[in-house]
């Protein structure tokens, strides 16, 4: 399986998307939301914003692994 590290993440509070690269080597904790400037954590149990928000989940969780 081909790893994808583009994932688009949506904006749970006003709902806009942006496709956003996902980083190989470090977790991201926060987002911040371009339109309504909403800082977003990930969700109990999730690791980073790609996993509660993205479209795709993070590279090290495609892979099966541990992240972070």
Do not use: R, W
Not at 35 to 51: I, Q
């Amino acid at each position: 399986m081909e790893i994808q590290l583009n994932s688009e993440i949506t904006c749970p509070n006003c709902g806009h998307k942006k496709v956003d690269d996902m980083p190989t080597n470090a977790c991201k904790f926060f987002y911040e939301c371009e339109n309504c400037k909403a800082v977003l954590k990930p969700k109990e149990g999730d690791c980073c914003v790609y996993c509660s928000y993205g479209s795709v989940a993070c590279p090290p969780i495609q892979e099966n692994k541990n992240c972070c």
